[in-house]
């Protein structure tokens, strides 16, 4: 069973960094795209950012201030938040997709960690 163990959350002030780490474990032969989400209470889940082999992605939102990156070797994702606003608040999903080494393939969520930035 592949699982994702998210860490990094807090609360933090306006202007503040946080970085977020997303690892995940079991019998994994190969992670594709590495995503992160969020979804802020009464809002729909959120695109934030991904990186599919080197190439990233991010939401014009958070585009300048947030950094995404892959550790092949421990199969984590991190998500490097800079100059952090109230609106980023949320809970943040990281989002892999994976090849087993059963030969399976699909969407793995982590259970989601929470981001507050007060003003």
């Known amino acids: 069973q592949v699982q994702l163990v998210e860490s990094g959350g807090g609360l933090v002030q306006l202007g503040e960094s946080l970085r977020l780490s997303c690892a995940a474990s079991?019998?994994?032969?190969?992670?594709?795209?590495m995503s992160w989400y969020r979804q802020a209470p009464g809002k729909q889940r959120e695109f934030v950012a991904s990186?599919?082999?080197?190439?990233?992605n991010y939401a014009n939102s958070v585009k300048g201030r947030f950094t995404v990156a892959r550790d092949n070797a421990k199969n984590t994702v991190d998500l490097q938040m800079n100059s952090l606003k109230p609106e980023d608040t949320a809970v943040y999903y990281c989002?892999?997709?994976?090849?087993?080494?059963?030969?399976?393939?699909?969407?793995?969520w982590g259970q989601g960690i929470q981001v507050t930035v007060s003003s």
């Open positions: 079991g019998p994994i032969r190969l992670i594709a795209k």
């Open positions: 990186i599919v082999s080197s190439m990233t």
């Open positions: 989002n892999l997709d994976v090849a087993t080494t059963s030969g399976y393939r699909g969407d793995y």
